[in-house]
């Protein structure tokens, strides 16, 4: 179960963000002890800057509790398979992560529990699918912040449903509607998720139908509306498809049966109820006390309190 959403509801896909802190602010910046704490002190910055510009009511930090589901890679193995760490010091399908930021994950997780920012992981799913159920469940307007595309899919302008992209840490952010979309690829948020699977994403590891590149898959789309009408249009003679473009797509059949739920995000992932209020005063604040000291938080941490306060006394 979950508490209602009925504010302005932010959802933090917060790996896609702590990597960004971690390749955008020094590993000079350094705990008392010369741990670095980049990714820490940066991922504070930037929920301090979003919180400052776009006022949620409810911040949800969403989790990979699974990054590689294997629900997902027995659909398709090949999914994300080039992540995993070639070495496997610590268990089978370690993703592979840079060794200065893995040790900061567990302070970014206590420093969130201590403020009160509500962070969602369910075994078996991807933040991904967090973020996709809470969306589904939402009645309020959703800002989704993450550096994903796949997230685009949820997108949906009637429930006032963006994703804000980060270009430039988070100051500078792309604010991904349905003009937006269908701009740049042709296509609304419904439709993303079909795009993306038939051109495929090396990047997670999907195939793709061979020949149907990100222009073709469009053009398909306009023509037939989404994935079953195309199938539909290979299987009638009498359909506007090349030749080329026919044998491709019945070709891909075993493939396209299956992507569909490998890509789309889940929509009824069992979310705990968790209170996704914004909170205006740390939780447990003698805990968040000791968190600053050992990690040396700082200016980061007293900004974003202080930020939190502020909102709190807005909303008054």
Same mark, same amino acid.
């Not at 268990?91 to 302070?107: R, Y």
């Not at 914004?278 to 000291?293: K, S």
């Given at each position: 179960?979950?508490?209602?959403?009925?504010?302005?509801?932010?959802?933090?896909?917060?790996?896609?963000?702590?990597?960004?802190?971690?390749?955008?602010?020094?590993?000079?910046?350094?705990?008392?002890?010369?741990?670095?704490?980049?990714?820490?002190?940066?991922?504070?910055?930037?929920?301090?800057?979003?919180?400052?510009?776009?006022?949620?009511?409810?911040?949800?930090?969403?989790?990979?509790?699974?990054?590689?589901?294997?629900?997902?890679?027995?659909?398709?193995?090949?999914?994300?398979?080039?992540?995993?760490?070639?070495?496997?010091?610590?268990?089978?399908?370690?993703?592979?992560? =840079?060794?200065?930021?893995? *040790?900061? @994950? #567990?302070? &970014?997780?206590?420093?969130?529990? !201590?403020?009160?920012? +509500?962070?969602? %992981?369910?075994?078996?799913?991807?933040?991904?699918?967090?973020?996709?159920?809470?969306?589904?469940?939402?009645?309020?307007?959703?800002?989704?912040?993450?550096?994903?595309?796949?997230?685009?899919?949820?997108?949906?302008?009637?429930?006032?449903?963006?994703?804000?992209?980060?270009?430039?840490?988070?100051?500078?952010?792309?604010?991904?509607?349905?003009?937006?979309?269908?701009?740049?690829?042709?296509?609304?948020?419904?439709?993303?998720?079909?795009?993306?699977?038939?051109?495929?994403? =090396?990047?997670?590891?999907? *195939?793709? @139908? #061979?020949? &149907?590149?990100?222009?073709?898959? !469009?053009?398909?789309? +306009?023509?037939? %509306?989404?994935?079953?009408?195309?199938?539909?249009?290979?299987?009638?003679?009498?359909?506007?498809?090349?030749?080329?473009?026919?044998?491709?797509?019945?070709?891909?059949?075993?493939?396209?049966?299956?992507?569909?739920?490998?890509?789309?995000?889940?929509?009824?992932?069992?979310?705990?109820?968790?209170?996704?209020?914004?909170?205006?005063?740390?939780?447990?604040?003698?805990?968040?006390?000791?968190?600053?000291?050992?990690?040396?938080?700082?200016?980061?941490?007293?900004?974003?309190?202080?930020?939190?306060?502020?909102?709190?006394?807005?909303?008054?």
């Amino acid at each position: 179960m979950m508490r209602d959403v009925t504010g302005r509801l932010m959802l933090l896909d917060t790996a896609s963000l702590y990597f960004r802190a971690y390749f955008g602010v020094p590993d000079s910046v350094k705990a008392p002890d010369g741990t670095p704490v980049n990714a820490v002190r940066g991922l504070l910055d930037f929920i301090d800057r979003l919180v400052k510009d776009h006022r949620p009511d409810e911040l949800v930090a969403c989790m990979d509790a699974d990054w590689r589901p294997k629900w997902r890679v027995d659909l398709i193995p090949s999914y994300k398979a080039h992540r995993v760490a070639e070495e496997r010091p610590v268990g089978p399908d370690e993703e592979e992560v =840079p060794d200065t930021l893995s *040790p900061q @994950v #567990p302070v &970014i997780e206590a420093v969130l529990d !201590a403020l009160g920012i +509500a962070r969602v %992981g369910v075994t078996g799913y991807e933040a991904d699918d967090v973020i996709g159920t809470f969306t589904a469940r939402a009645t309020g307007p959703v800002d989704i912040v993450t550096g994903d595309r796949d997230l685009y899919q949820l997108v949906d302008d009637a429930r006032g449903v963006r994703v804000l992209y980060p270009l430039k840490g988070v100051g500078t952010l792309q604010t991904t509607d349905e003009a937006w979309l269908r701009e740049k690829y042709g296509v609304d948020g419904r439709g993303y998720a079909d795009l993306a699977l038939l051109r495929g994403d =090396p990047s997670d590891g999907l *195939p793709g @139908v #061979p020949g &149907i590149g990100e222009k073709t898959a !469009a053009k398909l789309l +306009a023509e037939f %509306g989404d994935l079953a009408g195309i199938m539909a249009a290979v299987d009638d003679p009498k359909a506007k498809l090349t030749p080329s473009q026919r044998k491709r797509l019945d070709e891909a059949r075993p493939y396209l049966a299956v992507a569909p739920k490998v890509v789309r995000v889940a929509g009824d992932v069992p979310l705990p109820d968790v209170n996704v209020s914004l909170p205006h005063a740390p939780r447990d604040g003698a805990t968040l006390e000791g968190l600053a000291e050992r990690w040396g938080l700082g200016g980061s941490l007293h900004r974003l309190l202080l930020t939190l306060s502020a909102s709190g006394a807005a909303g008054a």
